[in-house]
């Protein structure tokens, strides 16, 4: 304890203390550039409190910290009695698909160790970095000490005047067969920080907050077999961590995480700064874990052609499929995906002819699954393949064999500890047979892309497929999907699948195609699946086409902020290789002229870009451009219009 409390005296420097309060003095972690500070200190009644500040502004009250275990209390009668030196965390690590490919984290990182009444130890590791704050909770003790973790007390204590960007929980075994909840309502967009709560059941990550002109972008990731998914409650402007609805489970299974000791929590994540901070850091992968020891080299990113979308069950036929893989193959996509019932109407005899002559047109062939189970009564099948290890395993030996190169696993039960093991037994075992996943119906990943590359896109979003079924979720499309680039596509792959352009059976589109094209750009999958026919695409101009062609969604090297407000206008800039591809969505209904500022313009450039025509939303106009250096350049996107601009480098 002795060497503790002088390393104590040596690292930290007296701080001001909290207004109005007569606590001990806080302790300090800083960022490496100095901007963000976490201050962490004990109430005079013990309990665990922490602030954070931006430069000169606080951005986060004094907020609780603690867990309750099934053997220790460590909410309350607590005592720091401890903190490590700093220490500089550096990791360098390759994304195989998402929004940047070579990623550098840095923070500075302190242990502090806490003590309650009955002596036992908790430690809360802190790390501040340029972006944002990241905490955890380890408890330590033997391997052969099981415990439950009964609660969470973390919380995020906002500002007076705090606005919020909120989705609701929805009620567990609601919905489509039982299905939610899976996180696709519409995020309520700057409401007072203070909303009632009784909504919904919460509130689900990534939630979105604006204090004082800093923006707070609040998840959590490194969400491992034992623990639970958890989302937020609020008391007025108090968030805290909560865990799931109790029907949230596998049969017999937890909902509260368990384990043995030594155990983690996984990290509390508050991205923080401008919008450009938050859609450009990558904090949900930084703080993950690194990828599982398995060869990874069959992940690869692309494209896919999807006729469920727009064609739905019917479709899901033997010559509808060879249709849909010739359009892959003409497009230069990598992958066709087969929905649910093929099982039924086209028979796996049939699937493996339509592998091998998807192999033979250059495209792999991805099948849907139906996570099975009490917790979901959807009639699809495929049903119960995926199980146990031994059926899954049976399954997979299968897929390996005819060459399918991935499978899309839908309707899950929802955070409980049981199903969030339930997903890392699904991604071990497909790792091990070179088996790509699409989670669908499912839970947030939380940087498990980085884990197990081979999970390319989860769907935890109100998709494309929303929009195809009723025109109220069509009308307020546009808005929904220009917030996307702030909450939800921060940090993991999202299977919106979108980009239509030829139009919906009995749905009123209220988005242009500029739009829809621009979705390519701004929206992040390892896997897009689009959400277009053969027919719809002829009837687009060959410009269109060739920038659809080979488009390499979800391979992308580096991710750019250029302008946006969440709900608004997302104009987001991602380079492949040497071209830099822009995307900007306007979520509003009136005409927008934005001014754009193209950091990556080096001298004189030539830009091709792609925008809304004169005759209604589905025409195009094409456009070139010459850009300079350190110029701006204005673009006029229309009400729910949108463009793309390609910019050699």
């Keep these: 304890m002795k060497k503790y409390l002088s390393i104590l005296a040596i690292l930290f420097l007296p701080a001001i203390g909290f207004t109005g309060c007569q606590d001990a003095e806080p302790m300090k972690v800083t960022s490496p550039d100095g901007n963000i500070t976490v201050q962490v200190r004990t109430s005079e009644e013990g309990k665990l409190l922490y602030e954070v500040q931006s430069g000169q502004q606080q951005v986060l009250q004094p907020s609780r910290l603690g867990i309750k275990s099934s053997d220790a209390d460590f909410t309350q009668n ?8 700093i220490l500089r965390v550096e990791d360098d690590y390759v994304l195989m698909h998402g929004k940047q490919k070579k990623v550098t984290y840095v923070a500075n990182e302190a242990v502090f160790q806490v003590s309650n009444v009955d002596g036992k130890l908790m430690e809360i590791v802190f790390r501040v970095s340029d972006d944002g704050v990241a ?3 380890h408890l330590p003790g033997s391997a052969d000490e099981k415990v439950v973790i009964e609660k969470e007390i973390t919380s995020f204590v906002m500002l007076q005047n705090t606005k919020g960007w909120l989705q609701p929980v929805s009620k567990a075994k609601t919905g489509f067969a039982e299905t939610n909840p899976s996180y696709e309502e519409n995020y309520l967009q700057e409401v007072p920080a203070e909303i009632d709560s009784s909504i919904g059941f919460g509130w689900v990550y990534p939630a979105l907050f604006r204090t004082n002109g800093v923006w707070l972008l609040i998840t959590e990731t490194s969400l491992n077999a034992n623990y639970c998914g958890t989302h937020l409650e609020n008391e007025g402007n108090s968030y805290r961590v909560t865990f799931p609805q109790p029907e949230e489970v596998m049969p017999q299974g937890a909902v509260n995480p368990e384990g043995f000791l030594p155990l983690s929590t996984p990290w509390r994540i508050l991205t ?13 992968t930084d703080l993950a874990e690194p990828a599982i020891d398995v060869d990874f080299s069959f992940v690869e990113p692309g494209l896919a052609s999807w006729s469920w979308v727009i064609l739905k069950d019917e479709s899901v036929n033997y010559e509808t499929q060879k249709d849909f893989i010739d359009f892959a193959a003409e497009m230069e996509w990598s992958y066709c995906l087969v929905d649910g019932l093929w099982d039924e109407q086209i028979g796996r005899d049939k699937i493996a002819e339509l592998s091998k002559y998807a192999q033979s047109k250059g495209v792999g062939l991805l099948l849907w699954y139906n996570s099975a189970g009490s917790w979901n009564s959807a009639y699809q099948t495929p049903k119960n393949k995926m199980l146990t290890h031994e059926s899954r395993v049976k399954e997979f030996e299968w897929m390996h064999e005819i060459g399918i190169k991935g499978i899309k696993v839908d309707f899950f039960g929802g955070d409980g500890q049981s199903v969030i093991a339930y ?15 699409n989670f669908h119906g499912a839970t947030l990943p939380r940087g498990w892309a980085r884990t197990y590359p081979n999970l390319m896109t989860v769907e935890a979003i109100k998709g494309y497929e929303f929009i195809t079924f009723g025109q109220e979720t069509a009308d307020k499309a546009p808005s929904h999907m220009a917030m996307t680039p702030f ?9 919106f699948t979108p980009i239509n352009l030829g139009g919906i059976p009995n749905i009123d589109r209220r988005t242009t195609n500029g739009f829809e094209l621009a979705l390519s750009v701004v929206f992040t999958s390892g896997i897009q699946h689009v959400a277009e026919t053969p027919d719809g695409m002829a009837t687009v101009p060959d410009y269109v086409k060739n920038f659809l062609t080979g488009f390499p969604g979800g391979d992308w090297d580096e991710t750019r902020f250029i302008d946006g407000y969440p709900g608004k206008l997302a104009v987001i800039a991602r380079r492949h290789g040497n071209q830099w591809y822009v995307g900007g969505i306007n979520g509003e209904k009136t005409e927008k002229v934005v001014e754009l500022e193209l950091p990556f313009v080096s001298g004189t450039q030539e830009a091709l870009m792609i925008t809304d025509g004169e005759e209604g939303i589905l025409s195009f106009l094409q456009e070139k451009l010459v850009l300079k250096e350190d110029q701006s350049f204005k673009v006029t996107i229309k009400p729910n219009g949108g463009f793309v601009m390609v910019v050699e480098n």
């Design 423 to 437: 997903y890392h037994e699904i991604l071990r075992d497909a790792a091990e047979y070179g088996i790509m996943l």
């Design 272 to 284: 923080i700064g401008d919008l450009a901070t938050i859609t450009e850091s990558t904090l949900g």
């Design 135 to 137: 905490f955890r909770y």
């Design 78 to 85: 607590l005592e720091i009695i401890g903190v490590s030196d």
């Design 487 to 495: 909450t939800r596509n921060v940090f993991d792959p999202m299977d």
